[in-house]
């Protein structure tokens, strides 16, 4: 491992500590709006750090404050891309709750593990995501349930579709990409098969500069509309905006 990796490796080590004490000390005393902005310059510098710069893609639609986000799933990446841009409470699979510090970090930052399979833990979910999106809160999930490698995407699982029907909110599509310098899909980013989070981590901290880039897409009405109708539409518009063939 090169010295320049290691020396990032140790800032973000730093950072995520960093990122722990605030959610342990800060956050049981302050509301949403500020939280947010705390989860906003957080998830901002562990980015620089890692070398991903974010940008908001020419011609993205006005976002929403309050409604469910669904996007596509390249990376651990996605969660700390969307949060530097528009802070969400995301449901995210269980297998990151296990991840050393950042899974603790995440579930401290609002987001909420699910289990594949598991019907008992999806009903609970379900409720708190419409409770949530009845808040006013912003929610969001990734219909593919796991990450896909870039340049594909995977079906949309309309499950959750269901919770921003009950809620009465709009559900809009974002649709994620990494490239790199020739504005190419980035080769380090892909978190799939067998690579450990750790193993990830080293990748992108040891490859050349990423650049995120986030399409906000328009939002759908879900007033009369079925989950699966809402899930193929989201499905067929995100695999537009990234130029995928499904």
């Known amino acids: 491992m090169k010295l320049s990796t290691i020396f990032r490796l140790a800032r973000v080590m730093l950072h995520v500590f960093k990122g722990m004490a605030i959610c342990a000390v800060v956050f049981p005393w302050i509301g949403l709006e500020k939280r947010n902005g705390h989860i906003r310059r957080w998830s901002t510098r562990l980015l620089r750090i890692c070398n991903v710069t974010v940008e908001q893609a ?4 006005p976002v929403l404050e309050h409604c469910a986000v669904v996007a596509n799933h390249v990376s651990w990446l ?3 891309v969307v949060h530097s841009l528009h802070p969400s409470h995301f449901v995210a699979k269980a297998e990151i709750r296990s991840w050393p510090l950042a899974g603790w970090l995440a579930e401290k930052a ?9 019907r008992r833990d999806l009903r609970h979910i379900f409720k708190g995501l419409v409770t949530s999106l009845e808040k006013g809160e912003r929610v969001a999930f990734f219909p593919e349930g796991t990450t896909a490698p870039q340049g594909s995407l995977l079906p949309f699982h309309a499950n959750l579709f269901e919770a921003a029907i009950d809620a009465k909110v709009p559900v809009q599509p974002y649709a994620l990409t990494y490239e790199d310098a020739s504005g190419a899909s980035h080769p380090s980013v892909d978190f799939i098969g067998e690579t450990s989070f750790a193993e990830s981590i080293i990748l992108i901290l040891n ?18 509309a079925h989950r699966r109708d809402l899930a193929e539409a989201s499905h067929k518009v995100v695999a537009a905006a990234l130029g995928v063939t499904v």
């Open 58 to 61: 020419a011609g993205s639609a």
């Open 78 to 80: 996605d969660i700390f």
């Open 110 to 118: 609002g987001t909420v593990f699910i289990a594949r399979g598991n």
């Open 207 to 224: 490859g050349p500069p990423v650049k995120a880039k986030l399409m906000i897409l328009p939002p759908m009405d879900t007033i009369g």
